[in-house]
Each structure stands twice: as structure tokens, then as C-alpha cells.
């Protein structure tokens, strides 16, 4: 089954703790991406890559960090500098950076 | 910066009517315009796209237009159906970055 995956689907942390989110896609596509979603809000970049070993920082990249390491794989950690880290967290990859993305079915973050 | 402006924010329309959703773009550059739609709690889906070298495209009840003149583009749903209410988003390519700039969002809810 090809696409994109993203785990765990609801995740629940304290706050002051660390949390990595997994992102993986076996499209064998160059570009991945991370967005941050509010209730009713739209998609805010947080990071992205358009190659292995290199990314750079979205608009809304503070409190946030990145890898990619293997071009199938780009996690996403969210760091206790996040003031507000609860959101829906979505994964996206790409061909290119000018292409279609296909979405991941996101990481729902609760902090407490 | 790159700006894309989308409009209307929240639109209702009866079931059978036609649904228009707007969108301006700020960099002359780009030449791929992609909508999304996302329904509720889902990852975002792309129901169709343009690319610069043409001015309308056609998917059963669904087109996109587009002015690159204006740097304008719209999204029209035709006799649309209570499974059309969802989330759309437009977006634009930037040459410069290599990343797709979204909209805002529009909430479409089509009344049976």
C-alpha cells in the first residue's frame, strides 16, 4: 500500500515534554512537508525539505524541529518552547516542490 | 511576501446550486494552482489543479479558471450535492521557494 503515513493519530503529552511526530512516504518523492492546523484555520507552513539532509523553515518554524535524514522520512519534533503546541499536525510530500502534495492523515497533539 | 487571498471565508448555497470560490495570488512567477478539499477531521485531497499554460479546466461538476493577467483564479462547483460541504483551499506555486502558498480556507456547506 504506497502513500504517505503519519503516527500515532491522537497523541498526549504533558506540557514541558518533547514529542516527536512520524512522518514516512514510500512516493519516492523528493519534497516533504509539516503544516500546523487550528480549529477553522487554514494550513501554516512549519517546515520543509526538498531534499534528504536539507530543510528549511516554513512561517511558523519556532518551537519546532526537523530531520531528513533518509528521503522517506521527515519527523517532526515539537519542542517545550512551543507555547501553544495543541493542533493538527499534517505531513505532506511531494515530487517536486512546484507539484501536486498528498497529505498524511495527521497527528492530532494534545498538550496538557 | 507571497500572499494568496481567498474568498469567501464561509459560503452556503442550496443543494443544486452552483458554488464559486476565489482566489489572488501575489507572485507573478507562479505557474501551478492546485484546490484541496478537506471534510471534517480528514487530510486534505486534491479534487483539481491548473497549470499556467492554460485558462480553464474541466472535471465533471468541478473547473478551475484562470486570469493570469489579474492573478486571479476560481474554483466553480456545479449542482452541487450535501457531500460537496467540506473545506476548499486554493494554492500557488512559488518559483522562488519552491513551496505551495495556501488560502485561507473556504467552509462550503450545501443544504439538502
Known amino acids: 500500500d504506497g502513500g504517505i503515513t503519519q503516527s500515532p493519530k491522537y497523541l498526549f503529552r504533558k506540557e514541558g515534554q518533547n514529542v516527536t511526530l512520524s512522518c514516512e512516504q514510500n512516493?519516492?518523492?523528493?519534497?516533504m512537508y509539516w503544516y500546523r492546523q487550528d480549529p477553522g484555520q487554514g494550513l501554516r507552513l512549519i517546515y520543509y525539505s526538498q531534499i534528504v539532509n536539507d530543510f528549511q523553515k516554513g512561517d511558523i518554524a519556532e518551537g519546532y524541529s526537523v530531520s531528513r535524514e533518509k528521503k522517506e522520512s521527515f519527523p517532526l519534533t515539537v519542542t517545550s518552547a512551543q507555547k501553544n503546541p495543541t493542533a493538527f499536525y499534517l505531513c505532506?510530500?511531494?515530487?517536486?516542490?512546484?507539484?501536486?502534495?498528498?497529505f498524511g492523515p495527521g497527528t492530532r497533539l494534545t498538550v496538557t | 511576501g507571497e500572499n494568496v487571498e481567498q474568498h469567501p471565508s464561509t459560503l452556503s448555497v442550496q443543494e443544486g446550486d452552483s458554488a464559486v470560490i476565489k482566489c489572488t495570488y501575489s507572485?507573478?512567477?507562479?505557474?501551478?494552482f492546485p484546490w484541496y478539499k478537506q471534510e471534517l477531521g480528514k487530510r486534505p485531497q486534491l479534487i483539481i489543479d491548473i497549470r499556467s499554460n492554460v485558462g480553464e479546466k474541466k472535471d465533471q461538476r468541478i473547473a478551475v479558471t484562470l486570469n493570469k493577467t489579474a492573478k486571479h483564479f476560481s474554483l466553480h462547483i456545479t449542482e452541487t450535492q450535501p457531500e460537496d460541504s467540506a473545506v476548499y483551499f486554493c494554492a500557488a506555486s512559488s518559483r522562488n521557494t519552491g513551496k505551495l502558498i495556501f488560502g485561507q480556507g473556504t467552509t462550503l456547506q450545501v443544504k439538502p
Open positions: 505532506a510530500s511531494s515530487q517536486t516542490g512546484l507539484s501536486e502534495q498528498y
Open positions: 507572485d507573478s512567477a507562479s505557474n501551478y
Open positions: 512516493l519516492n518523492h523528493d519534497a
